[in-house]
């Protein structure tokens, strides 16, 4: 309404183009926010649902991401609105090690899980290979040793968190951490850049595989998308 009168008052009504123009213009100068408020979204999916079934099952993955993720995504955005916060890319958000928790554990929730739906891919699994493979073989002894220890991570994360495979310095190193924590908080006990992780919270894995976490784990390493995981390697080392 408001605007509509602005707009006519100019006498610009019937020139579409500068509608569009105005439009544009009058949005910057009644939120002056707008230049920086890139808000946070919610990436789609890059598969179906249920492209990573019987691993990981079509309503989890639906409600992962539909609620969760989307979940994570709005208290964000909510969290940061209007406050100095607004503006910062997710990974100054994370390093900082002066954020509240809302931004924490949200923008936690948000990297992580936007960095697990891009490790993940149907008709994957295997093995690594390459400077990848090379890095874990030295480091872990071999890859059935190196599922040993992130299996065991995973698996022993008590209550809500994830398990990583962390490029930390020039060494690859598997942590967990609790609730939406991640190895590039300022605080990390294992500091360094991500790229394997696995979500371990309840609601990862509970209506298709109940208490059986080490199951799902298990079932973990038949949709890991390696050459994702390698590319981030590589893009680090
Ligand atoms: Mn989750």
């Given at each position: 309404m408001e605007r509509r009168k602005f707009i006519s008052a100019l006498g610009l009504i019937t020139a579409s183009g500068a509608i569009t123009n105005l439009n544009s213009m009058t949005n910057n100068i009644t939120n002056k926010r707008s230049n920086k408020m890139a808000k946070f979204e919610l990436p789609a999916l890059s598969y179906a649902?249920?492209?990573?079934?019987?691993?990981?099952?079509?309503?989890?993955?639906?409600?992962?991401?539909?609620?969760?993720?989307?979940?994570?995504?709005?208290?964000?955005?909510?969290?940061?609105?209007?406050?100095?916060?607004?503006?910062?890319?997710?990974?100054?958000?994370?390093?900082?090690?002066?954020?509240?928790?809302?931004?924490?554990?949200?923008?936690?929730?948000?990297?992580?899980?936007?960095?697990?739906?891009?490790?993940?891919?149907?008709?994957?699994?295997g093995e690594p290979s390459g400077a990848l493979a090379d890095a874990i073989n030295s480091t872990f002894g071999s890859?059935?040793?190196?599922?040993?220890?992130?299996?065991?991570?995973?698996?022993?994360?008590?209550?809500?968190?994830?398990?990583?495979?962390?490029?930390?310095?020039?060494k690859l190193v598997v942590s967990s951490t609790p609730n939406q924590d991640n190895p590039l908080m300022a605080d990390a006990a294992v500091k360094g850049t991500p790229v394997l992780g696995i979500d371990v919270w309840e609601h990862a894995y509970y209506l298709n595989y109940q208490n059986r976490r080490p199951d799902y784990i298990d079932a973990f390493y038949n949709v890991i998308n390696w050459d994702e995981v390698a590319k981030r390697f590589d893009q680090v080392k």
């Amino acid at each position: 309404m408001e605007r509509r009168k602005f707009i006519s008052a100019l006498g610009l009504i019937t020139a579409s183009g500068a509608i569009t123009n105005l439009n544009s213009m009058t949005n910057n100068i009644t939120n002056k926010r707008s230049n920086k408020m890139a808000k946070f979204e919610l990436p789609a999916l890059s598969y179906a649902f249920d492209a990573l079934e019987p691993h990981i099952d079509a309503k989890t993955m639906e409600i992962h991401h539909d609620k969760h993720h989307a979940a994570y995504v709005a208290k964000l955005n909510a969290a940061v609105e209007g406050s100095d916060l607004e503006g910062k890319s997710l990974l100054e958000l994370l390093s900082d090690a002066s954020i509240n928790s809302a931004v924490r554990n949200n923008g936690g929730g948000h990297y992580n899980h936007t960095l697990f739906w891009e490790l993940m891919a149907p008709g994957k699994g295997g093995e690594p290979s390459g400077a990848l493979a090379d890095a874990i073989n030295s480091t872990f002894g071999s890859f059935g040793d190196f599922k040993k220890q992130f299996s065991n991570a995973a698996a022993t994360r008590f209550g809500s968190g994830w398990a990583w495979l962390v490029v930390s310095g020039d060494k690859l190193v598997v942590s967990s951490t609790p609730n939406q924590d991640n190895p590039l908080m300022a605080d990390a006990a294992v500091k360094g850049t991500p790229v394997l992780g696995i979500d371990v919270w309840e609601h990862a894995y509970y209506l298709n595989y109940q208490n059986r976490r080490p199951d799902y784990i298990d079932a973990f390493y038949n949709v890991i998308n390696w050459d994702e995981v390698a590319k981030r390697f590589d893009q680090v080392k």
